[in-house]
């Protein structure tokens, strides 16, 4: 399954009626270029799961930084990283 598909599974496993209402999924851009996701966490399995910060700064074009913040889960990356934090969230569903 790629990557998308699952998120959107994942996400269609927390709508129940309520989350989807106050919560979810955001992604978009930065100027810099690149990519943001926010991903919220309350009212999910999540919320008091640890994860260990990602901070990866090659140069200005090959970065990512993955941090658990404020009930969120937030990725940011250069303009070819979108599918690398979305791997990343899925590591941290999926890890024990």
């Not at 100027?31 to 901070?55: A, C």
């Amino acid at each position: 399954m790629d990557i998308l598909s699952w998120v959107e599974d994942w996400y269609k496993e927390q709508c129940d009626g309520v989350w989807e209402h106050d919560y979810g999924i955001t992604i978009g851009t930065l100027d810099n270029p690149g990519w943001y996701v926010r991903i919220n966490l309350n009212g999910t399995s999540l919320l008091n799961k640890n994860f260990e910060n990602i901070d990866l700064m090659v140069d200005d074009k090959n970065w990512i930084k993955c941090i658990k913040e404020n009930e969120e889960f937030k990725g940011f990356g250069d303009s070819h990283k979108l599918i690398t934090i979305l791997g990343y969230f899925k590591e941290f569903v999926l890890s024990e």
